[in-house]
């Protein structure tokens, strides 16, 4: 494929996104609706410590994501085994 193909669906796909986004905040601003916020704790929160295949507990941190850059309420790992 060459690189201006590749500029092009690019492109595309962009115009796409902000397509659906735009419909998206339409819809919500049409409906009026009071934005809703759900507290997470950390008792909400299940914590899995080893490999969901193999049960292995040699796993490597690859992401954690922070709420408030204190509650991790995300991380993806690897399982080394
Ligand atoms: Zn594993």
């Known amino acids: 494929m060459a690189s201006s193909e590749i500029e092009d669906l690019s492109a595309n796909r962009d115009m796409t996104l902000d397509k659906f986004k735009e419909r998206s905040l339409k819809r919500l601003e049409a ?31 690859l992401a954690e994501v922070y709420l408030k850059g204190e ?9 080394e085994d």
């Open 71 to 79: 509650l991790n309420f995300c991380s993806t790992s690897a399982c």
């Open 31 to 61: 409906r009026r609706e009071e934005q809703r916020f759900y507290p997470i704790e950390e008792a909400d929160l299940k914590t899995v410590n080893r490999c969901a295949l193999c049960g292995s507990v040699s796993v490597a941190r």
